[in-house]
């Protein structure tokens, strides 16, 4: 790269690449059905890259200055990354081709794994709902400049006459959100391969230069993690790695634009100082989350030199209007880089959905307040105008942004005063129960449970004909009455279900929800649902975060119907399911002119008075499922205890008003849970559930070792794969389990609910599941007698 090529004045980090009807979704799953060949899903993927930069240049983003992000990954960028630098685990060596590469089929099977090898592990993208899969990395792994995909693409945007820029996750975070790979030796950390990975990225850069691009974008986000900010110091390891790769090599590279989004980049207390490494290390243009983070002072800008600082100043997590005046004057304040500033996302838009004037049914005084993925490309542009002629070329949007939240403050609903009391009352008893040991001997008698009792985590498949029916009562085709059967005898059939497969608690299967947090905030006051509000969770799997705009009150019981008619079918105690407060927040647009604190108090009752109904109701199980509590966990320990505090504690407020007879049971998934086990222990709840099949039972030591004492659930059927675990596979778990958790504490139960898998493949596992339990079970007590 002999001049620097200019940075475009407004951009985003990345779109959402779903599709605003969930085009790739929709082929992604077709072709692993069978319906659509490989041709057909590139295709497909193909068209929406280009309706995506077609709609991008509509909204004011230009073509031809890289200010579009090519993000266009078919299942997860981590993955894409992973295939571009060949990086396979050995496990799945035979997936690569001669030269290393991995094909669309070989991409797939490391996302879903086959019948013989589990896939790759899910866990959070920091502290966001999106999972990405966990790149497995040993000292002999190979790595190469592989990205043919990608290169491809914008070779194909480039003949077009589009200048597209490129995307991939940075070598210092991709190795970081790495784990070693089974055998590697002890104390090897992935980050021990990071001089190996950089030379396979300046292949990479060389062959997106010579496919067009102008740009490269490299996502540093765990920059912003404790570990990751303490590499971004002077001749830390993130130097190292971008000096190697801003080396020239004869006009060979792109220029470099790495971003910073989740929170501060490096030392909290001096934020400027990663930016500046990065700049030393001769990286053209530098990020900050200004939403999230910390704001650098105008000198450690101006230290800069000649480095582009972008100013991530639209909230790309969130769906609040810009307040476009405050911003405006922050990026005035921040304008003196002497590389010159430009305006950004906080973070990509792919947490956010598309468009909000696509949505019809919202309540009326709710669409100005929002922004969706396309409004904040808008807010950006708008921004960009305003600091580059001021703000009197702006005035118009200014004003209407700031009428739009000052409407929202005086708005009935945001402020009630019969929730705001009840909050204000709360008191230390409001959050305890009974001594566990007397509740686990009150239990005991209530419901006769055997040892290593079996158990679903609560959804079944959400059958064609399930999803045909809500949709026809909702568009007027059958009436209430009719629909009402329907579930009925849906719930009957997977109640005989259970019965016949030997399970020992049961469920009643969730056909009446859509979806576990939009179904709560459908019975809520203070929520709104959208229709056409995806986001991608992971992969193929979308979900509709419902937006809590009001403070938040249950007008009357709605769980408690269902439940109480499932229970009337069977002799077997069966679970009244509830989301617990935290991950309703974690999965929702929430509020954010609050702390998080009370608006968690605030759901917290509202599940609380469903729990009553359903105690009183003679339901002995309630599992309140707490997924998303390490998903909200600050990304710095500083910040951590806070957050602890407040929302183990909105879990206890919503469960401790129940007998001691009463088990409540709770769950979590796709996480690291070692940093959380004093929260998990914390709930205080009797039974917890977490997923464990896909890390093959890391997470049981780490319980042992901490000592924990209640029931435990660590998932032995993973079902974020179509493969049927064998029951020899499910034995194994079982006894990896039972080496670390006594006998009478353990329970048998799937990673996660059921509601995305097929039943074929559910029956079959769950079958496999009851039978190891059993065989465990006869070993337990032909060899030990008494179970521990």
């Known amino acids: 790269m002999t001049t620097t090529p200019r940075f475009p004045e407004a951009t985003i980090l990345g779109y959402p690449r779903i599709g605003p009807a969930r085009e790739l979704k929709k082929a992604v799953e077709a072709h692993w059905a069978g319906r659509l060949d490989e041709a057909g899903l590139d295709a497909a993927a193909e068209r929406l890259q280009e309706d995506t930069v077609a709609r991008l240049v509509e909204l004011g983003l230009d073509a031809q200055d890289s200010s579009i992000p090519a993000d266009f990954a078919l299942y997860d960028q981590v993955l894409d990354t992973t295939a571009a630098l060949g990086a396979l685990p050995r496990r799945f060596a035979d997936l690569a081709a001669s030269d290393g590469s991995v094909d669309t089929a070989g991409y797939f099977t490391l996302a879903r794994g086959d019948a013989e090898r589990a896939p790759l592990e899910l866990t959070k993208w920091f ?40 995307v991939l996750v940075g070598p210092v975070t991709y190795l970081l959100l790495s784990k070693p790979e089974d055998g590697a ?8 391969r990071l001089d190996d990975a950089v030379a396979a990225y300046r292949g990479i850069l060389a062959g997106l230069a010579a496919a067009g691009a102008e740009w490269v974008q490299l996502d540093e986000p765990a920059l912003s993690t404790d570990r990751g900010g303490a590499l971004a110091v002077p001749g830390g390891a993130l130097e190292r790695a971008y000096r190697a790769l801003a080396a020239d090599d004869a006009g060979a590279r792109p220029a470099l634009f790495v971003t910073t989004g989740y929170g501060t980049a490096g030392d909290p207390q001096a934020p400027g100082r990663a930016l500046r490494v990065l700049a030393e290390a001769g990286v053209e243009a530098v990020h900050a989350d200004l939403v999230r983070g910390a704001r650098p002072a105008g000198a450690e800008l101006a230290a800069l030199g000649g480095t582009r600082f972008v100013a991530g100043i639209v909230d790309g997590r969130n769906v609040w209007r810009n307040d476009l005046a ?17 305006v950004a996302t906080s973070t990509s838009l792919f947490h956010v959905p598309h468009d909000v004037f696509a949505e019809e049914s919202l309540p009326a005084h709710l669409p100005s ?7 904040k490309v808008a807010e950006v542009r708008t921004l960009a105008a305003g600091l580059a002629s001021g703000p009197a070329g702006v005035e118009r949007e200014i004003a209407e942004a700031s009428a739009a939240i000052a409407s929202r403050a005086a708005f009935e609903g945001v402020r009630r005063e019969e929730v705001r009391s009840r909050t204000s009352a709360l008191t230390a008893a409001d959050v305890e129960r009974a001594p566990a040991e007397e509740r686990a001997e009150a239990q ?34 059958i009436d209430e009455a009719a629909y009402d059967g329907f579930l009925r005898a849906e719930i009957a059939r997977v109640v005989a279900l259970q019965e016949e497969l030997g399970l020992d608690v049961l469920v009643h299967g969730e056909p009446e929800r859509n979806d576990m947090v939009q179904y709560f905030a459908e019975n809520f006051d203070g929520f709104a649902a959208t229709t056409h509000g995806w986001v991608q969770s992971y992969g193929s799997r979308c979900t509709r975060p419902s937006i809590l705009w009001g403070d938040v009150s249950r007008p009357e019981a709605f769980t408690v119907p269902w439940t109480s008619y499932a229970q009337s079918l069977t002799a077997k105690p069966l679970k009244g399911m509830l989301t617990g407060p935290v991950t309703i927040l974690a999965w929702s647009f929430v509020r954010d002119d609050q702390p998080l604190r009370e608006t968690a108090n605030q759901v917290a009752l509202a599940l609380r008075d469903e729990i009553a109904d359903l105690e009183s109701a003679g339901t002995a199980i309630i599992q309140v499922d707490e997924p998303a509590l390490r998903e909200l966990l600050p990304l710095r320990a500083a910040d951590q205890e806070d957050y602890l505090a407040w929302s183990v504690g909105a879990f206890r407020l919503a469960t401790s008003g129940v007998r001691p007879d009463t088990q409540i049971h709770t769950h979590l998934c796709y996480s690291e849970f070692g940093e959380v086990i004093r929260g998990i222990d914390g709930l205080n709840a009797d039974v917890t559930s977490i997923e464990a099949a896909r890390s093959r039972m890391e997470v049981v030591a780490d319980l042992a070792g901490f000592g924990y004492s209640r029931g435990i659930g660590p998932g032995v059927y993973d079902i974020h794969s179509p493969r049927v675990p064998s029951v020899e596979e499910v034995t194994g778990l079982i006894e990896t389990a039972l080496a670390s958790v006594p006998a009478g504490q353990l329970w048998i139960n799937p990673d996660c609910g059921l509601k995305t898998r097929g039943y074929e493949e559910t029956t079959a596992s769950l079958r496999h599941l009851v039978e190891a339990a059993a065989a465990a079970r006869t070993g337990l007590l032909a060899g030990a007698g008494t179970p521990r």
Request: net charge neutral; glycine share 10%.
């Open 127 to 166: 502290d966001t709902n999106y999972h990405y899969l966990v790149p497995e990395i040993g000292p002999d792994t190979a790595f190469a400049p592989l990205a043919h995909r990608l290169s491809s693409t914008i070779a194909r945007h480039a003949a077009a006459g589009s200048v597209l820029r490129p």
């Open 185 to 192: 030796p002890e104390g090897f950390d992935p980050l021990d």
């Open 326 to 342: 405050a911003s405006l004057t922050l990026l005035e304040e921040l304008s003196g880089a002497a590389g010159g500033a430009s």
């Open 369 to 375: 307040w929002l922004a969706f993925a396309d409004q």
């Open 444 to 477: 005991r008698r209530r419901l006769g449970l055997p040892v290593l009792p079996t158990t679903t985590i609560g959804s079944f498949p959400q059958t064609g004909e399930v999803r045909k029916a809500r949709a026809d009562v909702r568009a007027g085709r």
